[in-house]
Structure formats: structure tokens, C-alpha cells
């Protein structure tokens, strides 16, 4: 016996990606629904062999259903959420919009695999930001070690994480350079990203931090614990998909890179590709489709006691947003639901 699915938001690049890895893990699934807006009415998407028409978000009826994994951003899932929820429909979510809620659980299957069983006071779950996502997959096992103390990161993220008008506006702006008399104006980003970086993703917040930023100390916080102190500097660069991290972390003990390193080896969820030689890392376009978060340039740091630097790198459609919604449900079926 398996579970009634209803992926939200399935003309989307996070929603055809959930329903691609639904099918992929084989995930144990009587019936599925794609559910878009109504200007996407009846548009097609793939569910492995399968093709599926999308359904009227609007005019859907979620009673009976068993998960509904939601890719609308916050203003849509403010409107639909509570009603797949309120109709006994546990809710994934990938928007912002409940990360900070108290009452709904914010999951990362690798790190805190029992908080989906908090679910049950609204009925919802969060995912988190996809820079997030795969940073704590990695400071958890090394936290569980020797208790972390600080993080220092800067991100490195591709414009997928912009969505489609941002993987558009690099490809536009692109072609541009190289057509001069193509006359292309900044629409999604603030400056020219084709050629660029931008230290800017989301809005600045009185303190001077960007919202992005924010997100990573306070998701940081509530997935692995409280205690952390984290700054980041999060940078949007013309890579099309992955997002990469530079990792500084001081931790109250001491931790060696060796064993750093056999850690992350045996950690859920990681790939450590870490090889002192050209070539020996793994950059954004290699885990471009993978399930894996991989690690890389794992190294002491001298200028602290207890310090390691590493390199983080995840596909962002993947395990920063639809795989881990999809591992979510997994988790849920098997600690609470127990129907697959």
C-alpha cells in the first residue's frame, strides 16, 4: 500500500524536479497529481515513464491525500497550505514561509531525522534554504564530534536558485557580451551576473546582512543547535546549477583534518572527494543531477585552535530543495505514516 501525492507547483524547475526524484527513488506511490496555477492548466510533465496533465491548484481537493510536497513560494503556499493542511494532508513545504515557526519542524533527514514528528500541530513541514540544506549535512558528523563553536561561510550560488528568470537572464546577458549590439538591461539581479559575481541575494536588513544571509544563521540554529554562531557572506555567480561553500569552522575541541576527513567518509548524504592534486575536488557542474553533497579541500586552520576549513558543493534543485522535500517524506513515511 502505498501514498496519494500531489507535488504543488509541478510546471516549475523545483516541482518537475521533485516528481523526477519521486520516480527515481521509487517512492511508494498509489496516485499522483500535479497541481499548478490555472495559466498552467493541463500544461505535461514526466513522473518516470509516466506523463501527467497538471490539475487547478485552485479547485483541488486534498482531503484523502496523503502528502503534498509544495514548490509555490510563500505568497501562493500562505493561500494553499493551510487548506491541504486543514484537510488532513501533511504538508511539505519549500518556501520560507514556515521555516521560523516554532510549531513546524524545519528538516534535514541527515541531521535531525525526528523532528518530522512534530509535524502533527500544523500539519506542516519545512524544507529549508537550499544553502543551508547541504552546509548542515556537513557540520552535524563534525559537530556530534567535537561540538562546533563557530561558523564562518561564504556561498558561492547559481541563478537556479533565482529560478527560471534567473538561469534566462545569465544565459541572455551571455549572449549579449558576445552580440554588443544586443541591447539587454538587468531585470532579476541588481548588476550584470553573466561574467560577474554579486555579494547580494535577497533583501538587506537593517543590520546590513541580506535576508539569504539571515537565513543561514537562523535555519543553522534551529536544525543542529542553538548554541552555534554563524556569519555568512552569500554571493550570486554565473553558474547555471550548484552552489558552492567555502566553510570555516572553530570548534571547541580539537579535530583533526584526518579524522575530519574519515567522518564525512561515513556521514549520510556525503561524497568526500578530496584528493591534494589538480583537478582533485569537485566543483558546481560536476554534481549538477547527483543526490550527494560533496566535500573537498578539507584542511586545518592554523590561525585558530580547533579549526578546519572545507568546500562544500550540492546540486541546489536537488538536495537544496526537492530532494530533501522528497527525503522528508520518506523520513514521515517511515517514522509516522509507516503505509509504503
Known amino acids: 500500500m502505498g501514498y496519494r501525492i500531489a507535488v504543488v507547483g509541478a510546471t516549475g ?8 526524484i519521486l520516480a527515481e527513488r521509487e517512492f511508494p506511490v498509489d496516485e499522483i497529481a500535479a497541481l499548478a496555477s490555472r495559466r498552467s492548466l493541463g500544461t505535461e510533465v514526466s513522473f518516470g515513464e509516466r506523463t501527467l496533465k497538471t490539475l487547478d491548484l485552485d479547485t483541488f481537493d486534498f482531503t484523502g491525500w496523503d502528502i503534498a510536497l ?5 505568497d501562493a503556499t500562505k493561500i494553499y497550505a493551510p487548506k491541504a493542511a486543514k484537510a488532513g494532508c501533511v504538508v511539505i513545504d519549500n518556501s520560507s514561509l514556515y521555516r521560523y515557526d516554532a510549531d513546524v519542524p524545519l528538516v534535514v533527514p541527515e541531521v535531525n531525522p525526528e523532528a518530522v514528528e512534530g509535524y502533527a500541530k500544523k500539519n506542516i513541514i519545512a524544507n529549508p534554504n537550499c544553502s543551508t540544506a547541504q552546509m548542515v549535512v556537513a557540520l552535524k558528523p563534525l559537530h556530534d564530534r567535537a561540538r562546533i563553536k563557530r561558523v564562518v561561510v ?43 559575481v554579486i555579494p547580494h ?7 546590513g546582512q541580506t535576508k539569504e ?70 566543483t558546481p ?56
Open 213 to 282: 544571509e539571515w537565513k543561514m544563521v537562523a535555519e543553522t540554529k534551529k536544525i543542529v543547535d542553538p548554541k552555534i554562531k554563524v556569519t555568512a557572506t552569500c554571493v550570486r555567480v554565473p553558474v547555471f546549477v550548484g552552489h558552492a561553500e567555502a566553510i570555516n569552522i572553530e570548534f571547541e575541541d580539537h579535530l583533526d583534518e584526518a579524522e575530519a576527513r574519515d567522518i564525512l567518509r561515513e556521514a549520510p548524504g556525503i561524497m568526500v572527494i578530496d584528493k591534494r592534486e589538480d583537478g582533485g575536488y569537485v
Open 285 to 340: 557542474i560536476e554534481c549538477v543531477g547527483d543526490f550527494a553533497t560533496f566535500i573537498s579541500r578539507i584542511r586545518q586552520d592554523p590561525t585558530i585552535d580547533n579549526g578546519i576549513n572545507l568546500w562544500c558543493v550540492s546540486d541546489n534543485l536537488r538536495k537544496g530543495a526537492a530532494l530533501n522535500a522528497v527525503q522528508i517524506a520518506e523520513t514521515l513515511g517511515a517514522r509516522v505514516l509507516k503505509k509504503g
Open 201 to 207: 541575494i535577497d533583501v538587506f536588513l537593517e543590520d
Open 70 to 74: 509544495f514548490a509555490i513560494g510563500s
Open 154 to 196: 561564504s556561498t558561492y550560488q547559481s541563478v537556479s536558485g533565482s529560478g527560471k528568470d534567473g538561469i534566462d537572464e545569465l544565459w541572455d546577458q551571455t549572449k549579449a557580451v558576445y552580440n554588443p549590439t544586443d541591447d539587454y538591461q538587468a531585470k532579476v539581479y541588481p548588476k550584470q551576473i553573466a561574467f560577474n
Open 13 to 20: 524547475n523545483v516541482g518537475r524536479e521533485m516528481l523526477n
